[in-house]
């Protein structure tokens, strides 16, 4: 069997591609970095190492790779798989979509074997706004036909795998728990047999279930650590002030979660509890700038922070350590982030009030537009006093 993965970064190798030779699948990885390729190209294999106590390692090997940009080889790869897969972060998907919509194209024509392209992303959707881009590139004919013979099912993801540097340019580190869950009401033909994935015929409450955990949580955290000068998440969630704001924030998203998809209350304070345990590895170092990255994609409307706030309203419950959250990320002003640095500026130049409505969709007159504000004069009247 053949998987076609792209992306041969860290989540790629230590994540879905492991997964995926344990199945039984041969891989081979699409990536632009001619380095990377060549590498994996020379060794056919690279090792997995676990950030937990004695560091076990495990090898993946029969791997390959394809320059991203070498279409024809691509295509060909897609024509022959039995699977096709992606980590290469939202933006991407877009530039990785005529490469796939080759090899459908190639495919169709050869066979009318089924395929299945999940796309293993950090966001909601993230198949279905890939099948868009690829669908856009294909012609009316191979358009109706993929329809029939090639799902894009939805996926969540979780794994955290922290900034990192070996000598051994393909090690790579990743933290023990995992989670991977698949649509199958969106696979056409067989279910891929992979062991870790589960499979679920509606997505979207493990999908903001993640989110809104483990996503909303690390950006708490690695904004409330920024203001208050630590360096480290795992540093920062060990400041008590840091963890009980953190861990309000995610009863307010947990009592969302309840009331929302009925989860079972006790089973979510425990997942919770794990979420926080896992922030907390010491054998997991991750910088609060790198978490904290993109303010201005993670204030959006939908996302982490302000999605599950305006959403708690719905339910009678008010966000107020949600709040606390966006206020520090409008407060993200790291120098070597554009997005910090647009933030910043709008700020200085139009007042903070314009920047939360601009760039959250919160409404003036809406009761977690005063939530914001009063913890961001706080936050600022802090940091002056420091």
Avoid at 36 to 51: C, G, H, M, T
Avoid at 57 to 70: F, K, L, P, T, Y
Avoid at 301 to 316: I, K, N, S, T, W
Wanted: hydrophobic share 45%.
């Amino acid at each position: 069997m053949l998987a076609v993965h792209f992306g041969a970064g860290n989540i790629g190798r230590g994540f879905i591609g492991q997964l995926l030779h344990q199945a039984g699948y041969e891989v081979c990885f699409i990536d632009v970095n001619q380095e990377l390729v060549d590498e994996i190209n020379s060794r056919k294999a690279y090792s997995v190492q676990l950030a937990m106590e004695g560091t076990p390692v495990s090898v993946v090997e029969g791997v390959r790779a394809i320059h991203g940009q070498d279409t024809e080889a691509v295509a060909e790869a897609i024509a022959k798989a039995d699977l096709v897969t992606t980590a290469v972060g939202p933006n991407v998907l877009p530039h990785i979509a005529p490469a796939i919509a080759a090899g459908i194209t190639r495919r169709i024509a050869q066979s009318d074997r089924p395929l299945n392209v999940i796309a293993c992303e950090n966001m909601i959707g993230g198949s279905e706004q890939l099948k868009t881009h690829v669908f856009a590139k294909l012609d009316d004919i191979a358009r109706e036909k993929a329809q029939e013979l090639v799902g894009f099912p939805n996926a969540a993801v979780d794994r955290i795998v922290p900034l990192q540097k070996h000598e051994d340019k393909l090690l790579v580190t990743v933290e023990p728990f995992f989670e991977w869950a698949v649509d199958q009401s969106r696979i056409i033909g067989d279910i891929p047999q992979i062991e870790g994935v589960t499979y679920v015929n509606d997505l979207t409450p493990y999908i903001e279930r993640k989110l809104y955990t483990v996503n909303t949580g690390h950006a708490v955290i690695a904004y409330l650590g920024f203001q208050m000068g630590y360096a480290a998440i795992d540093e920062a969630i060990r400041d008590d002030e840091i963890l009980r704001a953190t861990r309000q924030a995610l009863q307010e998203t947990g009592a969302l979660l309840v009331a929302k998809h009925g989860f079972d209350k006790g089973q979510h304070e425990a997942y919770v509890e794990k979420i926080l345990g896992r922030f907390a590895n010491p054998y997991i170092t991750d910088q609060v700038t790198r978490v904290g990255r993109s303010p201005i994609r993670k204030l959006a409307p939908q996302d982490r922070l302000v999605g599950p706030a305006m959403q708690c309203f719905d339910y009678g419950i008010v966000p107020e350590h949600l709040g606390l959250g966006i206020a520090a990320a409008l407060l993200f002003d790291f120098r070597e982030d554009p997005e910090a640095v647009q933030l910043t500026e709008e700020i200085k130049q139009f007042g903070l009030e314009h920047v939360l409505k601009t760039y959250t969709g919160i409404r003036v007159n809406h009761a977690l537009f005063s939530i914001v504000m009063n913890h961001a004069r706080e936050l600022q009247a802090r940091r002056k006093t420091n």
